[in-house]
Nanobody
Framework: QLQLVASGGGLVQPGGPLRLSCAAP????????IGWFRQAPGKEREQISC????????NYADSVTGRFTISRDGAKTTVYLQMNSLKPEDTGVYYC????????????????WGLGTQVTVSS
């Protein structure tokens, strides 16, 4: 089963940038759509972005549109989430997850989950 590792979290000031990475140590991500999710304290996990297996189709939650960018590297081993203009409400644990080829809405449509990485936006 595909195993994913999310990394790159940390403490950042409001307005600052941060880049998260999602990698598969045991293989490549060629055949998988990758979604990014976050779980804020006391709230349910939400889907915030997704990229299909070929990288040509991306989608974003309204709350991050225009500030976050999802992308894949050329070697197809890593998916990134570039987060700009961060706000305190972006604070939470960020997870990546995989499903075959195409993006779908909803956590239940993703079947390989990595451990999360904490993002804290605070001055």
């Amino acid at each position: 089963q595909l195993q994913l590792v999310a990394s790159g979290g940390g403490l950042v000031q409001p307005g600052g940038p941060l880049r998260l990475s999602c990698a598969a140590p045991s293989g490549t991500l060629d055949y998988y759509a990758i979604g990014w999710f976050r779980q804020a304290p006391g709230k349910e996990r939400e889907q915030i972005s997704c990229i299909n297996n070929l990288g040509g189709i991306t989608n974003y939650a309204d709350s991050v549109t225009g500030r976050f960018t999802i992308s894949r590297d050329g070697a197809k081993t890593t998916v990134y989430l570039q987060m700009n203009s961060l706000k305190p409400e972006d604070t939470g644990v960020y997870y990546c997850a995989a499903r075959q080829r195409y993006c779908f809405e909803g956590l239940a449509n993703f079947y390989s989950w990595g451990l999360g990485t904490q993002v804290t936006v605070s001055s």
